[in-house]
């Protein structure tokens, strides 16, 4: 029997490669060659911390791209040498959410390199997965698959940033430019945002942000958030403000930066309780939306990509092999390191290097 690896999780601090055997594809199943799989703040986040939504033993990665390489039966919507990247729940179809569009939160759902859901489901670092057929999104040939591995993350941000009643034109506030924030900025640049402000701690994804298409960079380390984006809008709060973080108190700052009848998207995983008057969102008739993953947007990410509206290149600070894939998960512990994506190649080792930067 054929042997492939797999990066296995196996608690905070613990990763380590196995030999596993390579799965065939059922009846409505491919089977998928994985090129890349990039590092999510999710993954990193079990690499520190014991979770219940990651039960070791489990492989984590879900922000994948590959090549089909077996088809089972039944399939026809794609062929082998297809391009890939995947859509991470694996959902029932029949449940209320699963026919009313919402299969991101389908109850019966197992997602890919995690244990939300019905049981615990393996995820991507590893050289080949099994997969039906329905989760995987086909990417034109025109895109390399390293932009392919980023669609997952890229749709996050892209949700987000069309959430709710955006219109083009709009100023829109983006708390922390960590990942997900840059994709949000890329994404709102796309859609035609008029005025994007930005806001973090770190300089240097400040700058990025700039780079990527935010007109206004807010430090809040040295400067009050809602004053700054009061003063880049005559005193009227922006239109939108997209909270992309998880410190408890960018959704006071959030309330307060967004004008009167205006939305604030919550996509940032704040995990503790906060207090807030109910009348600062009532009393100005504020919309506080969730943008929880998403579900077909990421097709028109892909599109969006491949019609070259936006480039993800920037976005790609480190590539390391499989062999050395604890190496980059150890690399973004680092505080204050300057990493944005990093991303495994499953057969880098077969290059010779360990990690290379772009
Ligand atoms: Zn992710
Ligand atoms: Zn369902």
């Keep these: 029997m054929k042997k492939m690896k ?24 491919v089977r998928v060659k994985i090129s890349y799989c990039a590092v999510c703040g999710s993954d990193l986040g079990a690499y520190k911390n014991a979770s219940d939504r990651f039960r070791p033993p489990i492989v984590l990665g879900h922000e994948f791209s590959g090549v089909v390489d077996e088809i089972g039966e039944g399939v026809d919507s794609l062929h082998i040498g297809q391009h890939v990247c995947g859509n991470p729940p694996i959902y029932c179809g029949t449940c209320w959410y699963c026919t009313h569009g919402h299969y991101n939160i389908c109850p019966n759902r197992l997602s890919l390199g995690n244990s939300v859901g019905v049981d615990k489901c393996n995820g991507t670092f590893r050289e080949y997965i099994v997969l039906p057929a329905y989760t995987l999104v086909p990417l034109p040939d025109s895109m390399d698959l390293l932009s392919g591995s980023l669609m997952e993350p890229l749709a996050v941000g892209y949700h987000a940033a069309k959430n709710g009643a955006f219109q083009p034109g709009e100023t829109v506030t983006v708390i922390g430019t960590g990942p997900i924030g840059l994709m949000t900025v890329l994404s709102l640049k796309a859609q035609g945002a008029g005025h994007i402000i930005c806001s973090d701690l770190s300089e240097a994804r400040l700058r990025l942000a700039g780079r990527l298409g935010a007109d206004t960079l807010v430090n809040i380390g040295e400067q009050d958030l809602v004053e700054a984006v009061k003063k880049a809008t005559n005193g009227l709060g922006s239109d939108r403000t997209i909270i992309c973080t998880d410190a408890p108190s960018s959704f006071y700052q959030a309330i307060h930066a967004t004008r009167s009848c205006g939305d604030v998207i919550l996509v940032g995983m704040i995990q503790s309780k906060i207090e807030f008057c109910p009348m600062d969102i009532f009393g100005r008739d504020i919309n506080i939306i969730s943008s929880y993953t998403f579900t077909d947007e990421i097709y028109e990410a892909v599109n969006m990509v491949a019609a070259g509206k936006i480039d993800l290149e920037p976005m790609i600070t480190s590539i390391y092999s499989l062999e050395h894939g604890k190496d980059a998960f150890d690399a973004l512990m680092v505080p204050g390191n300057p990493e944005v994506k990093v991303i495994i190649d499953m057969w880098g080792e077969q290059k010779g290097e360990e990690k290379w930067v772009r």
């Design 6 to 29: 797999a990066m296995v999780y196996y608690g905070p601090g613990r990763l380590e490669l196995e030999d596993w055997e390579i799965p065939h594809p059922k009846q409505g199943e």
